[in-house]
């Protein structure tokens, strides 16, 4: 059964105090894997798509990186707007283009 | 900034009860999607549909739900008789492709519809 699990449930950081979050995944012929953000009481936001491993991606402080069996998303230098629930999902096998299987998530807050 | 919106943004209704929940995807896209999120679990797929018809649908999109795009630019969820586990967060989707080629894999969600069924 394909799995998508994400650690820790929760992170607390000062800001500037960098760190990393995991996504491990277990399916069937991955196509790609996604990491969102989520604010309270909003949709989800689209960060970054990896397909393949030893793929990178960065937007400002976040960094995504994937190997064979999971993802981090990497938090540098975090700042109190970062606060969020990152969301870590996956497309897998033959699934159509669209149909993501979500982890629980990540829910980061940042301290002044 | 193109935007998904979802109306209305919280519904309240006596279980048994039909419910309509409205989404104005993103003007160009071709792909739509409803998507829930119980409190406190996971978001979860429940259906994708493209060039009027469903593309997927998951387990949990059974017989009370119905998916339709009524006229270019509106895309509804229809749950025809709720029970209370619908009570959720249903949030709407769209992206402009489905291949991969080209494909950021980019879906862009509405800010939700919180459906409350009492």
């Known amino acids: 059964e394909d799995q998508v699990t994400q650690s820790p449930e929760a992170l607390r950081l000062q800001e500037g105090e960098s760190s990393s979050l995991n996504c491990s995944y277990t399916v069937s012929g991955l196509r790609g894997l996604f990491w969102y953000r989520q604010d309270p009481g909003k949709g989800p936001e689209f960060l970054f798509t990896?397909?393949?491993a030893g793929e990178e991606k960065e937007k400002e402080r976040l960094k995504a990186t994937l190997t064979k069996k999971e993802s981090f998303l990497h938090i540098t230098a975090p700042k109190p707007e970062d606060s969020a629930t990152y969301l870590c999902a996956v497309q897998a096998g033959a699934d159509s283009w669209g149909k993501l299987q979500f982890g629980a998530g990540t829910q980061v807050v940042v301290t002044p | 900034e193109p935007e998904v919106t979802q109306t209305p943004s919280h519904q309240v209704t006596q279980m048994g009860q039909e419910v309509i929940l409205r989404c104005v995807p993103i003007s160009n896209h071709l792909y739509f999607y409803w998507y829930r999120q119980i409190l406190g679990q996971k978001v979860e797929f429940l259906v994708s549909?493209?060039?009027?018809?469903?593309?997927?649908k998951s387990e949990i999109f059974d017989d009370q739900f119905s998916v339709e795009r009524p006229d270019g630019s509106n895309f509804t969820l229809k749950i025809r008789s709720t029970k209370l586990e619908d009570s959720a967060m249903y949030f709407c989707?769209?992206?402009?492709?489905?291949?991969?080629?080209?494909?950021?894999?980019?879906?862009?969600f509405g800010e939700g519809s919180r459906l409350t069924v009492l």
């Open positions: 989707a769209s992206s402009g492709t489905g291949g991969i080629v080209g494909n950021t894999g980019e879906l862009f």
């Open positions: 549909f493209y060039n009027n018809e469903i593309s997927e």
């Open positions: 990896l397909y393949s």
